[in-house]
């Protein structure tokens, strides 16, 4: 490597003051060079050095400038505390200060941003705002450099510190040292791990830290202090320069290399020019200097190995053969690269390393080292051999040993231009030395003589021993390829536009040589074969040739087929196959292969069908070779080889040639063979009916069974049928799917002929082909086949008439299958009704069975209890037909008892309803999203709970989980307010065994839930609808989900599981069904009675009420209707009624207003049942409507009516007043009498036909109330009328509240 000065200038004194050139920058396209020097900045072309522009905006020394990466603007800085943005056409645009001189100015490398440092500051502008942002900083600082990223700016101080900002000027890592930072630069490759920053101090090192603030590598020492770094060679090298007043180029790694240029004093900057081989250096003394660097190629090669440098410190040796690679850390400037087979010479500055091979193995690749010749050698060419280090000097060859001791010199009569090691016994290794004056020398390096071996007029440029040493090609300055006899001195052949040479080690007469952009190969004494080329040729091995284009060697395949051909022509067989082993093709060898088979050179052929791994003819050659050898060919026999012969064209494919020479042999039957082997069966026919040796129909059935076999079935079948054999016709057509030759086949058939025809039947039927086997069943009579085709078709319909044709001859047949192919697709209920048909009602449950077991076991819950309900479903009807069945001949078709099939509908049906449930649980918990509320989700865990908990822990049904129930119920139960309920199930969850990734979970649930109230909220109490008993979330009692004083079971839907306002009783003896239904849809009396026998009679009578309610065990109810006579609490009975006055309970006696106690209250349940015992009562009309408003007034408030209050003013808000009633008279909604009466009280506005009713139900009311007259002695409505308060005023408002609730109640 060298350098080579491209332009300078020198900035002439002003004032007497040197004009010092402080700071240099590129444009990013390299083409213009930015300088401040004095109190200008400079623009020059970088190309030329001419000078473009000398601007003058500073009024002071300029210290530094920057160019932008878009190349539109540059900026300068400097003692004035100003800072210029200019233009690339060198116009000032742009100008703010700072309160010190400007240091450093440096752009960012992604942005438009520019950082400015001064002694107490930095600041960062971008065009993008109009205020700079200045940063206060605790020293002085000298340099400045973004990362490659523009994410980071790194600042060196006076005081020895590296402070690394963000973008935003915050500092992220602060690095200490000693000494000042005079100058710093971060690596631009992106190729390297991680950012490096080279960091050049005045304590006289070089130093490189990672973007963490950690130092990469020591310390680099220099002996002098850096004034300046810039990378070179996108990051592979480091330009420094500084008070030796030198620049030098370094690696990335800090080793020195060399010295760029040097100069009269200090160099203040140097900076490498984008994409070029470059650097610009600036002075002290005010010159400006463009350096260019000039890189040569150092390599070295020794047949297949061949050796380079890399990156100036690293050798990289390749063999070329198998493109194997090792890289050698030298750590210092590799000068001078020598190979030779298993020996490496390394020349570095004060040192020569000769390294070896670390194995006898010829592709190995591990070097180590061997000696060290610590001495600094100058030399042009390094050379060397076993034990040897040659060092060429213009005319002296010096040999060394390897510990550095001089054996020999020799000094020869002109300057020598090629040497090479052309091999030899260790220690008399021979070199080949060509010569400016044109002499050819052959110098052994244990003979003091050198032995010219030609003398040519022109000077030698390149220089090749053959294989045999017996012939010497030249390449010459004229660029001629000169080739010579060593033994005559013979000029052998010459060609023009050669650059460089050299011989096939593997063959004699074969050498290539490049030039002009063309390979040429020279074989033999046929004419060049030439190729395009770009490059020098170094090396020539079997079919590679070896091609150094620039610093990059390659290897180029190039086949030898020309030469092969050549010699295939001239049937010079042993060349040839040299030829071929150099590397061809594999159709050239399989030309060489079949070209010598045929000349019958069995040994070459051989090996030739080796090489392309044909062993049909390997096996035709020995075969050959056999018979030869028995003595059954060759030309004392009749034919000669003809017969072979015959045999190789018939491998060819030459099949006519072939039979002709098996005809002039004698041998027609193997023609005949053959064509029949080959299926040409004309061919065939013709050698047979020539020859007579062989009958035709006998060829006709070969011919058949060949097609078959070569898969022409098709010619196969007609061959078959035209020799009759329709047995072999039908099984082809039917293994092949060839439906419409069947039937042909079958219709051709006779009907005596069942076995053909069933056969013919049963390939229809494996093929789908029912229309077809129908119309040969038909004609073969097979009702039996017929059926079955049917039943596998799952034609029910047509095996249903053709059963019913036969008069059940068939029903076994048929409905046991129809029943199979139902359950399998999921028509449960069909396939019951036809698996009793068929006799086999077992088999109908053992499906749903099944289904459920699969169901439970894939976690499909929903279908587990779909599958149990029709279980129970199913046993309950069995039970229905049972008890209608006095013979028990439904239990016993059943194969069960009367007791177990209660059981098992009671235990399928809770199954359902257990894993109906489930499902939303294991959804909830196994899911990320539920469509459930939590409402929802809440009443379905204490229902699984309730239900459990009756169950028991033994009968839990499978994979029902019981940690997810608790899990859930806690989780919902946590969320709603039920803290006592989730406290309940965390304690229970941490007594179980939980998924490892619960345990926190649940443990920090469980603390948070200690903060909460022991206690559930009030609304989510379930209130028993039968007996308004107010229950706890849980049954306590483990009976199940039923209330907890009168066990009466919850009715829960199971969409939302909220318990349905809804009550199971039992009729008495004597009530028939339609006479309950007619009762339950009677309206009751006004006058206190209902029901059968209730109403008012003539005269204003009213008829005794006989209904008498009994409590029975357990939670069973009954109604009786008869005469006994009421209780002293039901009032009187029988005829008594008629005259008595209806009963009135001790505290409605009084004004109702006057009557309710303060405790009465106390609670929403409480006040429930005054209402239903309000309604139940006595009064009506308005006396009725007055009693349960003042029961409303002193209510509290339920946070759950209020909510919905709340709806319904919305919905009435929107004028949707049939919403808002439609919402009120739900039955599922909160007491539809509380929501009435209070609605009214805010005056809601009521829709018009609900007017009209409640009018007309008051005008009703009170026509019935005018006609009623007490009877005899009835005290107590006196006393009611007297404390009835005074009608009101009539009000608009209230006379419609008292309407519309007269209607209501």
């Known amino acids: 490597m060298r350098s080579v000065m491209s332009w300078t200038d020198r900035v002439p004194e002003r004032d007497g003051q040197k004009s010092t050139v402080w700071d240099l920058a590129f444009k990013p396209d390299g083409q213009q060079l930015v300088v401040a020097v004095g109190t200008r900045v400079l623009v020059y072309d970088a190309v030329d050095g001419d000078l473009l522009h000398s601007l003058k905006g500073h009024k002071d020394t300029v210290y530094c400038v920057a160019y932008s990466r878009d190349g539109k603007r540059f900026a300068s800085g400097g003692a004035d505390k100003t800072i210029i943005i200019w233009t690339s056409k060198a116009e000032g645009i742009l100008k703010y200060s700072h309160n010190d001189s400007i240091q450093k100015l440096v752009y ?4 438009q941003a520019l950082a400015s440092v001064t002694a107490s500051d930095f600041g960062l502008w971008s065009p993008e705002q109009k205020a700079v942002q200045k940063h206060k900083v605790p020293s002085k600082i000298l340099s400045a450099a973004y990362t490659p990223d523009g994410q980071f700016l790194a600042l060196g101080m006076l005081n020895g510190h590296i402070t690394i900002r963000d973008k935003a000027g915050a500092e992220k890592v602060l690095i200490e040292r000693t000494q000042p930072i005079w100058t710093l630069q971060w690596n631009p490759s992106r190729d390297e791990p991680f950012d490096v920053l080279a960091v050049g101090c005045w304590d006289q090192t070089l130093s490189f830290y990672q973007l963490s603030g950690i130092q990469h590598g020591k310390d680099k020492r220099l002996d002098f202090d850096p004034t300046c770094v810039s990378y070179f060679s996108n990051g592979s090298y480091i330009v420094v320069g500084g008070s030796d007043k030198k620049a030098t180029l370094m690696t990335k790694e800090g080793i020195k290399l060399t010295t760029i240029g040097e100069r009269d004093d200090w160099v203040w900057s140097c900076v490498a020019r984008p994409k070029q081989n470059y650097v610009a250096v600036g002075c002290n003394d005010g010159t400006i200097t463009m350096y260019q660097l000039v890189f040569s190629t150092v390599h070295g090669l020794y047949q297949d190995r061949y050796a380079y440098r890399d990156t100036m410190t690293d050798v990289i040796v390749q063999h070329l053969i198998t493109e194997q690679r090792v890289r050698i850390k030298c750590r210092a400037y590799v000068k001078k690269i020598a190979v030779y087979r298993d020996r490496l010479a390394v020349q570095l500055p004060d040192l020569v390393t000769i390294y070896e091979l670390a194995n006898d193995d010829s592709l190995d690749m591990h070097y180590r080292v061997r000696e060290k010749i610590h001495r600094n050698l100058e030399c042009n060419l390094l050379v060397v051999t076993s034990l040897h280090v040659i060092l060429c000097l213009e005319r002296k060859l010096q040999l060394f040993d390897f510990s550095g001791n001089k054996e020999r010199e020799w000094v020869l009569e002109s300057v020598i231009r090629y040497i090479k090691v052309v091999g030899g016994p260790p220690g008399r290794e021979g070199l080949l030395v060509g010569l400016k004056s044109g002499t050819v020398l052959k110098i052994f390096v244990d003979n003091p003589f050198p032995i010219s071996l030609i003398q040519q007029r022109t000077s030698i440029r390149c220089l090749d021993l053959s294989a045999s040493r017996r012939k010497l090609a030249v390449v010459d300055e004229n660029a001629m390829c000169l080739v010579y006899d ?18 096939n080690t593997e063959m004699e007469d074969m050498l290539c040589f490049s030039g002009s952009g063309m390979l040429s190969i020279k074989t033999g004494n046929f004419p060049i074969h030439q190729q395009k080329l770009q490059g020098f040729v170094v090396g020539f091995h079997g079919s590679k040739i070896f091609c150094l284009h620039y610093v990059a060697m390659q290897t180029i395949d190039v086949p030898q087929s020309a030469s092969l051909y050549r010699y295939l022509d001239i049937k010079d067989w042993d060349m040839a196959y040299k030829v071929a082993c150099l590397g061809v093709t594999e159709s050239d060898w399989r030309l060489l292969a079949i070209t010598t088979l045929r000349a019958m050179q069995l040994s070459f052929a051989r090996k030739a069908f080796i090489r392309v791994r044909d062993m049909r003819y390997i096996d035709l050659i020995n075969s050959i070779e056999q018979a030869r050898r028995r003595g059954g060919g060759g030309d004392d026999r009749p034919g000669g080889d003809s017969v072979f012969l015959a045999e190789i064209m018939a491998y060819e494919g030459k099949y006519q040639e072939a039979a002709k020479l098996y005809a002039k042999a004698g041998e027609t039957a193997k023609a005949i063979e053959m064509f029949r082997d080959l299926r040409l069966w004309e061919d065939a026919r013709t050698f047979a009916e020539s020859s007579g040796s062989m009958d035709v129909n006998d060829l006709i059935k070969h011919q058949a069974k060949w097609e078959e076999d070569m898969g022409n079935n098709k010619q196969a079948v007609n061959l078959y049928i035209a020799s009759k054999q329709f047995d072999k016709a039908i099984d082809l057509c039917g293994e092949r799917g060839w439906l419409a030759e069947l039937m042909e086949v079958a219709r051709s058939v006779p009907k005596e002929d069942k076995e053909t025809l069933a056969k013919c039947a049963a390939h229809l039927r494996k093929h789908d082909a029912h229309k077809f086997a129908q119309e040969v069943y038909l004609k073969m009579g097979d009702i039996q086949g017929l059926m079955s085709l049917h039943i596998a078709a799952h034609h029910w319909d047509e095996a249903f008439e053709l059963a019913r044709a036969h ?17 399998i697709t999921d028509k449960f209920e069909e396939a019951q009704a036809a698996y009793k048909k068929a006799g086999r009602p077992d088999l109908s449950r053992k ?14 819950y929903m279908d587990a209890g779909y599958y149990f309900w029709l279980l129970s479903a199913e046993f309950q009807r069995i ?52 469509s459930m509320m ?17 169950v028991g822990k033994d009968r839990v049904p499978y994979r029902v989980s019981r940690v997810y129930v608790l ?16 406290r309940y199930a965390f304690d229970e969850l941490q007594q179980l065994r939980l998924p490892p990734s ?18 559930d909220k009030e609304e989510l109490l379930p209130v028993c609808y039968r007996c308004s008993t107010t229950n706890q979330l849980l049954n306590t009692t483990g009976t199940g989900d039923k209330c907890i004083d009168c066990g009466h079971m919850f009715v829960r839907s199971f969409a939302s599981f909220d318990t349905l306002p809804l009550v199971q009783f039992f009729l008495e003896d004597g009530i028939a069904d339609d006479e309950a239904v007619a009762l339950l849809a009677e309206e009751p009396a006004s006058g206190g009675g209902g029901g059968r026998g209730g109403g008012g009679h003539g005269g204003g009578k009213e008829e005794e009420d006989k209904w008498r309610e009994t409590r029975m065990a357990g939670d069973v109810q009954t109604m009786t209707f008869g005469d006994e006579s009421p209780s002293a609490e039901g009032g009187a009975g029988g005829e008594a009624m008629a005259d008595a006055p209806p009963a009135v309970p001790p505290r409605w006696a009084e004004s109702p207003a006057e009557s309710l106690p303060a405790n009465l209250i106390a609670s929403n349940d409480e006040y429930f049942s005054t209402l239903m015992e309000l309604l139940e009562g006595p009064l009506a009309g308005l006396k009725m409507a007055e009693a349960v408003w003042n029961v409303l007034m002193r209510v509290p408030t339920n946070p759950r009516v209020a909510a919905d209050l709340s709806t319904m003013e919305t919905m009435a808000a929107a004028s949707k007043p049939a919403e808002v009633w439609a919402r009120v008279l739900n039955p599922a909604s909160t007491p539809r009498v509380l929501y009435a009466l209070q609605i009214v009280d805010r005056m809601l506005p009521v829709p018009p036909h609900v007017h009209e009713q409640a009018a007309a139900a008051s005008s009703s009311t009170a026509a019935d109330a005018g006609d009623a007259k007490p009877a005899a002695g009835d005290d107590d409505d006196d006393d009611i009328a007297e404390k009835t308060p005074p009608p009101r005023e009539a009000d608009p408002e209230v006379t419609r509240r008292e309407q519309w609730l007269g209607k209501f109640l």
Do not use: C
């Not at 008069?807 to 359950?823: K, M, T």
């Not at 459920?852 to 499909?860: G, M, P, Q």
């Open 108 to 111: 960012n490398p992604v942005s």
């Open 486 to 503: 060593l033994n005559t001195k013979d000029l052998l052949f010459e060609e023009p536009n050669a650059n460089s040479v050299a011989w």
């Open 807 to 823: 008069e059940g001859r068939f029903d076994d047949d048929v409905f046991l299958p129809y029943a199979e192919y139902l359950a």
């Open 847 to 860: 499906i749903l069975q099944q289904l459920t077991h699969n169901a439970v076991v894939e976690r499909r």
């Open 879 to 930: 039970l229905s037909e049972g008890a209608a069945d006095a013979s028990g001949a439904v239990f016993k078709a059943a194969g069960v008892t009367p007791r177990a099939a209660q059981q098992r509908w009671h235990e399928y049906q809770l199954k359902a309803e257990l894993y109906h449930a489930y499902h939303y649980i294991y959804q909830y918990v196994d899911e990320p999203f539920t």
């Open 934 to 950: 939590p409402e929802s989700l809440f009443n379905v865990a204490r229902f699984l709970l309730n239900t459990l908990a009756a």
């Open 967 to 982: 899990y859930t119920a806690a989780k919902q139960g946590s969320t709603l307010g039920a803290y006592k309920l989730a």
């Open 998 to 1015: 619960w345990t926190d979970q649940i443990d920090l649930s469980m603390m948070t839930i200690q903060s909460k109230a022991f206690s």
